[in-house]
């Protein structure tokens, strides 16, 4: 098991009572799995998310339960101790690629970052060659030459490439990320789908992957959590869970979808 | 069928530093009366900005546009900004009123016929924007639009920022009134999923130039242009 | 579900402000001496039940005096502030909402006030001008139009862009409307913050202008005044001085946690 959730609740803390935004959920992953959590605004899945690493903003915590990694209480872990296991053992990516690069750095130094702070003694050489290695890994043409180029230079896929690249320079077990093709095209979103799914056959690297959109959990992942008001509503394999949906809240979320087969319009259904 | 609105080799461009930047290029389209045109694209392709111009917020370098029923009405991605925080629904309805010179009392009465026919609550009237979800503020658009007895409406991405279940309600909702009243809506769009569903023909924008065009089942079963394939081969 | 956080500075402020105010206008109606009346005997008096807050190097009653002085204070602060911000807000608003060559020209004019310190421009004002309340009033607002027209009209910069301004625009809704209707309400807590910091500045300055002898002439009371009269007496007779004192710091820490409140609350 690499990553078990057990009971957890997280709270906001700035409404009066605490609202409660994720309410006593579990679940597991195991090594090399893609798991999914799907849900719609206010469900609690990107709480869930950050609480994990321990990002959750000031206004909200923890209030009980365990999040078990590789058997290690991550909710129970100080800032220092649990920087060793951040970006090391697991890393995280986020919606916006312009917000989450820092604008004044060079696409290199941001990869390399990873490995400055938990490298064991890497030379500068072979920093950079770890880092133009990942660059090339997350299918950016021509690493050397966007080594030494800023943020914004790059379009919003390459941004979420050179993200991506700097998530996984350390080699993580474990990669959570946050709505990460949410701001893309459509035709760019296919493509980081891809290569995340290149990734995690390649190396085994377990992804969590949180996710408004159901019909992209389907395409990226093996398991899914629904989640709605700050419970897993529905939970098991993908195809069985869009196929063959058991709990009305799924049901409901699933014909919601926009698809290809039926028009709304009246007028062009007779036709 | 007439046209409400025509484009015609329309091209624009924005001024990047010193350099101009041609977002269209000899654009030209028809709205007719009572469709749904979907317009669909992706970042950068020129859609928001033909909006612009078709109402007047940016204007061409060349061609024209002419419309032949009074100017459309807009419905935004954004419902956050798109109302005015400080000011509550009702007073937002009755605004475009205002400025017809209707009296204050059928003022009231229309509001209140109009936010029943978009599905808001009459003590939602006294609410202000930011005490309404994203999908109730996209209902007070609407009926903003709506309510000045507009005949065509320009939505770009309307439903776009919201969760999928409240996006199903609005397109519903947009799809109904249409049908109701026999409007006209350039309906603007990434997602070709909610264009297949909505539109009654699509027009395919790529790099400011219009790809393709054509009735929507038409389209989607047989696209032409190689973009429309790639599109519809990426698209969940 | 209600914010649990308090917004302290607003609460503790206004009551500052408010008490500060309930003070002077006592001293608009009812004084317990005439403030210019002196008297011998009763020559730096220290404070007692007769005299309060004791009296200053003529014997006259601090109290009064400075009833009389806080009042003259705000007046001025309070006219500068509507005058200048009142001004600086119309400027601001048009300059930000409508651009062009207008927004060019009076914003390098702006900038060429702001390079002055506010005090120093307010002297030549004054030197011009020549010294008394009205001309107080008059060269504080002048100085202070450029600060509240400058903040203005950021705020109507990002303001009209917002969707909800075009939206008004389709419905044929009027450039003056939705300037000041359809805008305004928006950016009311920045102006109102803005104001609380203007009269804050205007209280100092015209503490500081009279303390030099140029800004309010006797009869008048005014705290600067008070304040430059007694400072040779510090040592033998302080409440001279601390009391006309305390009302100047409770006018500016008033208005200033006022200011704080407000721009906090605006945020949210």
Redesign the interface.
């Known amino acids: 098991m690499l990553l078990e959730v057990k009971n957890l609740n997280i709270e906001f803390y700035d409404t009066d009572p605490p609202e409660k935004a994720v309410k006593g959920i579990s679940f597991s992953m195991e090594q090399g799995e893609i798991l999914g959590i799907v849900g719609e605004s206010g469900s609690g899945k990107t709480q869930t998310a950050l609480s994990i690493l321990q990002l959750l903003k000031s206004n909200s915590g923890i209030s009980s339960g365990e999040i078990l990694f590789k058997g290690k209480n991550l909710a129970g872990l100080s800032g220092r101790e649990l920087q060793k296991i951040r970006g090391k053992e697991i890393s995280m990516i986020f919606q916006e690629p312009m917000t989450s690069l820092n604008p004044v750095l060079t696409v290199g130094r941001q990869v390399e970052e990873g490995l400055k702070l938990h490298g064991e003694g890497f030379s500068k050489e072979q920093r950079k060659a770890k880092a133009l290695d990942a660059l090339g890994e997350a299918g950016l043409p021509d690493p050397e030459g966007i080594y030494g180029k800023y943020p914004h230079q790059l379009s919003g896929g390459m941004r979420q490439r050179v993200m991506i690249a700097a998530a996984l320079v350390t080699e993580p077990e474990l990669l959570i990320a946050d709505e990460p093709t949410t701001a893309l095209d459509v035709t760019v979103q296919a493509q980081i789908l891809e290569l995340l799914k290149e990734i995690n056959a390649k190396h085994g690297t377990s992804i969590l992957f949180i996710s408004h959109d159901l019909a992209v959990i389907r395409k990226l992942c093996g398991r899914v959590l629904v989640m709605n008001q700050g419970v897993v509503v529905e939970e098991g394999e993908v195809s069985r869970v869009f196929d063959h949906p058991q709990k009305d809240y799924t049901k409901k979320l699933l014909a919601a979808i926009p698809d290809r087969r039926r028009s709304l319009r009246k007028r062009r259904r007779s036709q | 069928m007439k046209n409400i609105l025509e484009v015609k080799h329309v091209s624009a461009s924005y001024k990047d530093g010193k350099e101009k930047q041609a977002v269209l290029k000899d654009i030209s389209l028809e709205v007719r009366e009572n469709e749904i045109l979907g317009l669909v694209g992706e970042s950068g392709c020129g859609k928001s900005t033909l909006s612009k111009v078709i109402l007047g917020f940016v204007k061409p370098s060349q061609g024209e546009v002419l419309h032949y029923t009074k100017m459309p009405q807009m419905v935004f991605q954004d419902p956050f900004s798109s109302l005015n925080p400080k000011k509550k629904v009702g007073w937002i309805l009755e605004e475009p009123l205002r400025m017809q010179k209707v009296p204050s009392r059928e003022r009231k009465e229309r509001v209140i016929s109009m936010a029943e026919k978009v599905g808001l609550t009459r003590e939602m009237l006294d609410r202000r924007p930011g005490e309404l979800s994203g999908g109730q503020r996209q209902r007070v658009s609407i009926a903003t639009a709506l309510i000045q007895g507009s005949r065509f409406l320009i939505a770009d991405e309307p439903v776009s920022a919201l969760d999928v279940t409240i996006q199903r309600q609005i397109m519903e909702l947009m799809v109904q009134l249409q049908e109701e009243t026999g409007i006209s809506i350039l309906f603007i769009s990434h997602d070709l999923n909610v264009i297949y569903q909505m539109c009654d023909r699509v027009l395919v924008m790529k790099d400011g130039k219009i790809e393709e065009e054509g009735e929507t089942e038409e389209l989607f079963e047989n696209p032409r242009s190689e973009y429309t394939k790639e599109l519809l081969k990426a698209a969940p | 579900?209600?914010?649990?956080?308090k917004n302290y500075n607003l609460i503790l402020g206004a009551s500052i402000a408010l008490f500060m105010f309930l003070f002077l206008m006592i001293g608009v109606f009812y004084t317990p001496y005439d403030p210019d009346a002196m008297s011998g005997s009763a020559k730096f008096a220290p404070p007692s039940l007769s005299h309060i807050f004791g009296c200053d190097h003529f014997g006259r009653d601090i109290f009064s005096r400075v009833l009389k002085g806080t009042g003259t204070t705000f007046f001025v602060a309070s006219a500068t502030v509507i005058l200048g911000g009142g001004i600086g807000i119309i400027v601001g608003a048009f300059t930000g909402y409508f651009g062009g060559w207008i927004d060019e020209v009076l914003m390098r004019f702006n900038d060429a006030v702001v390079s002055f310190p506010n005090i120093l421009l307010a002297l030549v004002f004054i030197s011009i001008l020549g010294p008394g309340k009205y001309n107080v009033i008059l060269a504080l607002a002048i100085v202070f139009i450029p600060s509240f027209a400058r903040i203005t009209r950021s705020e109507f910069l990002s303001q009209k862009e917002?969707?909800?301004v075009?939206?008004?625009?389709?419905?044929?809704?009027s450039h003056l409307r939705i300037m000041f209707v359809?805008i305004f309400?928006?950016i009311?807590p920045s102006v109102l913050s803005m104001a609380a910091i203007g009269f804050n500045n205007a209280v100092l300055a015209e503490a500081g202008m009279s303390y030099l002898g140029i800004g309010v002439q006797p009869p008048d009371a005014s705290l600067g005044r008070m304040l430059s009269e007694t400072q040779t007496y510090l040592m033998n007779a302080p409440w001279c001085a601390i009391f006309p004192g305390l009302a100047v710091i409770g006018l500016a820490l008033g208005f200033s946690l006022l200011s704080d409140g407000l721009l906090k609350k605006g945020g949210k």
């Open positions: 579900m209600k914010k649990k956080e917002m969707d909800y075009k939206s008004a625009r389709l419905m044929g809704v359809h309400p928006n009311l």
